[in-house]
């Protein structure tokens, strides 16, 4: 039985740090239990956020990140390096510091990859999901499609998509744990994203937005509105689902 709980916090700020704080703090927990943790990372302004917040917390001395693998939830289908990248973000915002100071093995951040990369020299965003659904059962216990994520974070669109699964697009119903996006409405055009089953593998899922113009679409997700129109509402943990949100993207959640 998956719980759901809705928290919110004044400000964009204070929900990166708390979820900063809340991050750190779960893995902690889950690093106590086993070994290892994965982590699902999603981009976004507080996403991203969040990450520097991790950054900024002297609590990240506390994690022993060697024991720690980081995913993500979607990437743009850009070359290794590109600005606008949710890993080149991610490694900016965090990734590099944890990697040269505090013992996270570069072999553990898991990037989809680009266009030319990877031993399968991805040119297509099908073939660079297929590769990352190779990696992603790599790691997971046999038979499984993916880990069972501690945490996989999410971001929200004004639209109500997560990751990179769009309303009225193909990858709500696709299979198999990763897909390649096409015509996204959020540019760039080209992506991959986790499906909804490699999502509700997680035990933990948190939706995190902020801003007035998620108003409506996390009041819609939260009050159960078809996932054609607001696809957030899927993105259920298999244990728990956090709605994450500051005071304006709350603000028609009754
Ligand atoms: O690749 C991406 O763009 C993200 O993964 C996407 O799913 C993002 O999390 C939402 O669009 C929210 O983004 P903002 O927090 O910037 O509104």
């Known amino acids: 039985m998956s719980t759901r709980l809705v928290v919110v916090h004044p400000d964009a700020g204070v929900l990166a740090a708390a979820t900063a704080a809340r991050l750190l703090t779960r893995v902690l927990d889950a690093q106590s239990v086993h070994s290892p943790v994965h982590v699902v990372l999603t981009g976004g302004t507080v996403g991203i956020r969040t990450l520097a917040e991790v950054a900024a917390s002297p609590l990240r001395t506390a994690v022993d990140w060697s024991g720690v693998h980081l995913w993500w939830g979607d990437e743009r289908f850009l070359p290794a390096g590109d600005p606008d990248r949710n890993e080149t973000q991610a490694r900016e915002a965090l990734l590099d510091l944890l990697v040269a100071e505090h013992g996270l093995p570069a072999a553990n951040v898991h990037a989809v990859p680009g266009p030319g990369e990877g031993p399968a020299d991805v040119t297509t965003p099908e073939e660079s999901a297929a590769a990352y659904a190779r990696t992603l059962a790599a790691h997971a216990v046999p038979g499984e499609p993916v880990p069972a994520f501690d945490v996989l974070m999410l971001g929200m669109g004004p639209d109500g998509h997560v990751a990179s699964l769009f309303p009225h697009h193909a990858g709500l119903e696709a299979p198999g744990s990763t897909a390649g996006v096409h ?19 997680a035990q933990e899922v948190w939706i995190v937005a902020a801003g007035a113009e998620k108003a409506a679409q996390a009041a ?6 078809p996932v054609t129109q607001v696809p957030a509402v899927r993105a259920v943990g298999h244990r728990r689902t956090l709605w994450l949100l500051d005071a304006a993207a709350a603000s028609e959640h009754r």
Do not use: D, M, N, Y
Request: charged share 10%.
């Open 220 to 225: 819609a997700a939260l009050s159960g509105g």
């Open 183 to 201: 015509g996204s409405p959020k540019p760039p055009s080209e992506r991959v994203t986790l499906t909804f089953a490699a999502i509700g593998a």
